[in-house]
């Protein structure tokens, strides 16, 4: 005699493993998916400037300086300032009277400036040779500058649903 299968027995079964499959593919999207940390840089003025670290993929990194305070956001290559590609997490930066200065290498540059520049904030990006990146890396405090690692500290919760970009360049 054959076993019968209830219809209902069968929707449940139906239902159940789609909402399986949809929380797997969830999470893997949200593992695949951006990482972010932030960190809050006053300057003298009273502005607020951001570094954020985004981590993508299989060791894809990038740092940025922002104006916006959501540390979940993708840098923006009209606004802020991007750091292709960093050797370390840290950054290297010295708040200064009328902004902020920026350390990069003179040779191979990381920094990309934004195609639209801050009107009330002043960066500079100091690419000199003296003294070279790799002084000031090693020693901040000597030159008047700072090195902050950027953590990955923030939850994104809305990365689960958002289309995964560890394929960015």
């Not at 670290?53 to 606004?79: F, H, M, Y």
């Not at 902020?100 to 500079?124: A, G, Q």
């Amino acid at each position: 005699m054959p076993v019968r299968i209830s219809r209902s027995l069968v929707t449940f079964v139906v239902v159940l493993s789609c909402m399986g499959a949809i929380a797997v593919l969830g999470l893997w999207n949200w593992s695949l998916s951006s990482k972010f940390g932030r960190v809050a840089i006053p300057l003298r003025s009273g502005v607020t400037v951001y570094a954020v670290r985004e981590s993508w993929g299989l060791g894809s990194e990038q740092l940025s300086i922002t104006r916006n305070p959501d540390g979940c956001v993708p840098a923006d290559p009209t606004k802020d300032y991007i750091f292709r590609n960093p050797a370390d997490a840290s950054l290297i930066y010295a708040v200064t009277g009328d902004g902020l200065t920026i350390f990069d290498y003179p040779f191979n540059r990381i920094v990309e400036e934004p195609s639209k520049p801050w009107n009330d904030v002043k960066v500079t990006l100091s690419r000199s040779k003296e003294p070279f990146y790799d002084d000031v890396h090693a020693n901040p405090s000597q030159y008047g500058a700072m090195r902050t690692q950027i953590p990955l500290n923030e939850t994104c919760w809305s990365n689960i649903f958002r289309r995964s970009n560890s394929f960015r360049k």
